[in-house]
């Protein structure tokens, strides 16, 4: 059952991924394993693939480092629930097929370790017997991430979901 990983307010990019662990410094194969490095160094080993990041008001500001919601995306962050997110980052999550939900009362609810299920097509999440409704992904999102995401999606087709091919 995917585990909730809880952050507060302001987490930036570098935050995610420090920037002295870009792919470029330490490998394309590595680089993930640093993700939350100096906040929480347990992160990257003990992150399982479906886990959900929940994070308060501007997730993401900072850079536009895609590598770090790569980084994410390669330790199989399957969603993020933040009460408000920068719009790079936003944009950064999307195209790389990591679905970001906005919801104060979600975030509010959800604590560090809790262990929920999510239905990413309806915006469904539960913890234990309380449900909670967030807004579903579009229609065009949900298809790119049967390819892993809108990048993947592109190369595959030629196209973005929705366009006439």
């Known amino acids: 059952m995917p585990r909730v990983w809880k952050f ?61 919601p790569e980084a994410l995306k390669k330790l199989g962050v399957q969603a993020i629930i933040a009460k408000s997110y920068a719009r790079i980052f936003f944009r950064n999550l999307v195209n790389l097929g990591i679905v970001p939900f ?6 509010d609810a959800l604590e560090d370790g809790d262990e929920v299920s999510l239905d990413l097509a309806t915006g469904t999440l539960w ?10 992904p579009p229609a065009f999102l949900l298809e790119a991430l049967k390819e892993g995401s809108l990048l993947e999606y592109y190369k595959k087709h030629g196209r973005f979901p929705g366009e006439e091919g």
Do not use: C, W
């Open 8 to 68: 507060e307010d302001n987490i930036s990019t570098d935050d995610i991924l420090p920037g002295k662990y870009a792919p470029f410094m330490v490998g394309e194969d590595r680089f993930h394993t640093f993700a939350f490095a100096h906040l929480r160094p347990e992160f990257a080993k003990a992150v399982r693939p479906g886990d959900i990041l929940v994070m308060g008001k501007n997730a993401g500001l900072g850079s536009s480092r895609e590598y770090a």
């Open 102 to 107: 906005q919801s104060e009362e979600v975030v």
């Open 127 to 136: 913890k234990g017997e309380r449900a909670y409704q967030l807004v579903p």
